[in-house]
């Protein structure tokens, strides 16, 4: 009964790499978001999508590009990973102002 | 720019003491300011949060005072106990703008047996 889940929990991969996160929420809110958390732990807005549709796109690269199939689902797809990318990613969810964030990924990129 | 600073980067307290961390914001548009509490391994979670038409909030041992004027608010956390240790974030946010959260630096908190 987890309300914002996120999977996978760890991701190890190569530079140069796709990959892909993904991020439910069971709690019937209309916003979700990815932030990110760098190793100093600071924490930073990529995206925001309000019933699917963008509405918050940070100075993001474009090899990120969040995809939302569904007002319960926002998946994070990242083309040719860099070294930079590593870090912990969160997905968030909202009503109102009131925010829950998952349990993040720890992406590595070797 | 850094829109909320926080302060200290990280704090060492006794068991049973006061842990206090300060936050200043430059936005007077934001509407609601949150802390968020974070172990390691987890995602931040909502502590306490407070509006600007408020000066304080208690909730248990955790209080959050506010000064509109002088565009800043702190964290309290008294008879601070071990299982405290975490990091603390500040945050703010304006609700009319999908709640986009803007972070403080965030404060790791040790609280000594």
């Known amino acids: 009964d987890t309300a914002v889940s996120q999977t996978p929990k760890y991701l190890v991969t190569q530079m140069g790499n796709d990959k892909s996160i993904k991020c439910e929420q069971n709690l019937g809110h209309d916003t979700m978001y990815w932030y990110k958390q760098d190793s100093k732990k600071f924490l930073k807005i990529m995206f925001s999508?309000?019933?699917?549709?963008?509405?918050i796109n940070e100075t993001v690269p474009n090899r990120f590009s969040p995809k939302s199939p569904d007002k319960a689902h926002l998946n994070l797809h990242i083309n040719s990973l860099e070294l930079g990318d590593s870090a912990v990613y969160f997905c968030a969810s909202a009503l109102g102002a009131l925010v829950d964030f998952g349990p993040g990924t720890r992406l590595t990129v070797t | 720019q850094q829109q909320v600073k926080q302060s200290p980067q990280s704090l060492i307290v006794q068991k049973g003491g006061i842990s206090i961390i300060n936050c200043a914001y430059e936005n007077t548009a934001f509407d609601y300011f949150p802390w968020y509490q974070q172990f390691p391994g987890k995602g931040p979670a909502l502590l306490i949060a407070?509006?600007?038409?408020?000066s304080e909030k208690k909730e248990g041992r955790f209080t959050i005072s506010f000064n509109k004027s002088a565009k800043q608010f702190s964290l309290h956390i008294m008879d601070s106990q071990p299982g405290d240790s975490a990091t603390y974030f500040c945050a703010a946010l304006k609700e009319t703008s999908g709640s986009r959260l803007t972070f403080g630096e965030g404060t790791q908190l040790t609280v000594n047996p």
């Open positions: 407070i509006r600007p038409d408020v």
């Open positions: 999508y309000n019933n699917k549709e963008l509405i």
